[in-house]
C-alpha cells in the first residue's frame, strides 16, 4: 500500500528544511538505507536516507522548496500503483493532526495536490498569480537577483518547470568559466541599487533564533586575561619542526587541548544548566566554532582531555572541511559541554562570546600580538600576548570560579610541554 514519506528531523535543532535536490527521480526502486534527497538544515546539508523499501511513485515537493519537518515529501509503494486517493485536498483544520503528531513522519495523511512543482501555501500562490510569475527556487531568485537575471528569460529545469540553481548559473557561464559564488558567501558591494533584500537560510534563522535567546535569557558575565603567548608559539614551532606535511600543529589545535585539560582540572565549568538542576559533565567535548559563508556551525571534538594533539589536529581539519562541505552528521554538531571560537586569524585583539546554551560558558580567543612587555628582570622586550575572554553564566558559574578556570588555562598555556603529555 502506498504511503506518505515525511520529512525527517536531520539535525538536533531542526525545524524546517530546503529540499536542496531530488537523489532518486519519480519510478526509482528504492532500498533501505538509500539516500533519495539531500536537505540543507539549520546547520548543514544532509542526506535523507529512507529505511523503507519501495518505489519512488511521486515526489511531492520540488528541489528548493522549503519543507516543515515531518511534512509529506514523496509517495512511496508499488509500481503502477493509484495514488490519486493520497493526492485528495487536505483536510478540515479541525480534523488535522496535532503539532506532536505533525512532527512524526505523515504515514497516509491526505495532502494537497502539487500545482507546478510546488506544495502547501506556494500551490495557491501559484496558482493564484499571474502568468508573469516564475516559479523558481529562493537560491535561484537570489543568484538571478544579485547578477541582473530576469527569471523569465529561463527555462527551468526542476521539477514542474521550476527554475532552479543551475539554470542561472548556466546562463552567466554559458560557456563554462569561473564558478558563481553562492550570493551568501560575498559581501555586498556598492551599486547603482539603494538596497537589496536577502532570504535567510535555514542556518541563519536558527542563528537569529537561537542567539537571540541565549543572550536574553541568559545572563552572562565576562573575565579576560592577557596571555603570555611565546613559550605557546615556540612549542608548536618545534612541533611542526618534526611533524609531517599533513600532521601541523595550529594554534587552534593546542588551545582546544589546553582548554579540554583545564576543563577536567576546573570542572565546575564543565557544566550545563537545566533550568531545575545543574549538571557536571563526566567527559570533556570541546565544540570549536567552524566559520561558514552563510554563518557557522559549532562540531564537536569528544573526549578531547584524552586525545593526543596529533589526533585533534587531524579531527579538526576533518570536521572544519566538512563543515564547509556541509557534509557533517548530526552527532558531530551536538554534545558539546564548553565551545571555543577563536577570531585570531582574522586579527581581532578581543571579543566577547555570546554562550551556546545550556552549556555554560565560552571561551573567546584573540589575535596573538607582538607588542613590549617587562620580563622578570624588570627589562621592556618584545613579547607575544594574547587575550583570551570566558563568558560564563552566572547561574553556574561564579566569578572565583571563572578566574579559577583562565588562570590554570593561563598557566597551560605558559608551559605548553604539558599540552602533549
Known amino acids: 500500500m502506498a504511503t506518505i514519506i515525511g520529512l525527517p528531523k536531520l539535525s538536533p535543532t531542526m525545524e524546517e528544511g530546503v529540499l536542496a535536490r531530488w537523489s532518486k527521480k519519480e519510478g526509482d526502486t ?5 539516500v533519495i534527497a539531500e536537505v540543507e538544515t539549520d546547520k548543514a546539508n544532509m542526506d535523507f536516507v529512507l529505511e523503507e523499501e519501495g518505489t519512488l511513485l511521486k515526489h511531492l515537493v520540488a528541489e528548493g522548496d522549503t519543507v516543515k519537518l515531518g511534512a509529506p515529501v514523496a509517495i512511496l509503494g508499488k509500481p503502477g500503483e493509484d495514488v490519486t486517493a493520497l493526492l485528495e485536498p487536505a483536510t478540515p483544520a479541525a480534523d488535522r493532526p496535532s503539532k506532536a503528531e505533525a512532527e512524526e513522519p505523515m504515514a497516509s495523511a491526505p495532502l494537497e495536490p502539487r500545482t507546478k512543482g510546488t506544495y502547501g501555501p506556494s500551490a495557491h500562490a501559484a496558482a493564484a498569480g499571474t502568468a508573469a510569475r516564475v516559479l523558481a527556487s529562493p537560491l535561484a531568485k537570489t543568484l538571478a537577483a544579485e547578477h541582473g537575471i530576469d527569471l523569465r528569460s529561463l527555462r527551468g529545469t526542476g521539477p514542474g518547470g521550476r527554475v532552479v540553481e543551475r539554470d542561472v548559473r548556466a546562463k552567466v557561464l554559458p560557456q563554462g568559466g569561473t564558478a558563481i559564488e553562492p ?24 542563528i537569529a533564533r537561537r542567539l537571540v535567546s541565549a543572550k536574553q535569557s541568559v545572563p552572562h558575565f565576562y573575565l579576560t586575561s592577557d596571555c603570555d603567548a611565546a613559550p605557546l608559539t615556540a612549542f608548536r614551532a618545534a612541533m611542526n619542526e618534526i611533524a609531517a606535511s599533513d600532521q601541523k600543529i595550529s594554534v587552534g589545535d593546542l588551545l582546544v587541548k589546553a582548554a579540554a585539560l583545564t576543563l577536567r582540572r576546573v570542572p565546575e565549568v564543565n557544566a550545563s544548566f537545566l533550568e531545575d538542576r545543574i549538571r557536571f559533565h563526566g567527559r570533556v567535548h570541546v565544540g570549536v566554532a567552524v566559520a561558514l559563508g552563510d554563518g557557522l556551525v559549532t562540531v564537536a571534538v569528544r573526549d578531547a582531555d584524552r586525545k593526543g594533539l596529533a589526533v585533534i589536529s587531524k579531527e579538526m581539519r576533518d570536521l572544519a572541511a566538512r563543515a564547509r562541505a556541509r557534509k557533517l552528521t548530526p552527532e558531530e554538531m551536538a554534545g558539546s559541554t564548553f565551545t571555543l571560537s577563536n577570531l585570531g586569524m582574522y586579527g581581532i585583539d578581543h571579543f566577547q562570546a555570546i554562550i551556546n546554551p ?6 573567546a580567543v584573540g589575535a596573538v600580538k607582538r607588542q613590549p612587555v617587562v620580563d622578570a628582570d624588570g627589562r621592556v622586550v618584545a613579547g607575544q600576548r594574547m587575550a583570551l575572554t570566558l563568558s560564563c553564566d552566572h547561574r553556574v558559574i561564579d566569578g572565583a570560579t571563572g578566574a579559577r578556570f583562565l588562570s590554570e588555562l593561563t598557566r597551560l598555556l605558559s608551559h605548553p610541554a604539558g599540552l602533549a603529555l
Open 30 to 34: 528504492i532500498a533501505p538505507g538509500e
Open 358 to 363: 545550556p552549556e555554560a560558558a565560552i571561551l
Open 183 to 206: 550570493a551568501f558567501t560575498s559581501t555586498p558591494t556598492s551599486s547603482d541599487v539603494e538596497a537589496s533584500d536577502r532570504p535567510l537560510s535555514q542556518m541563519r534563522k536558527t
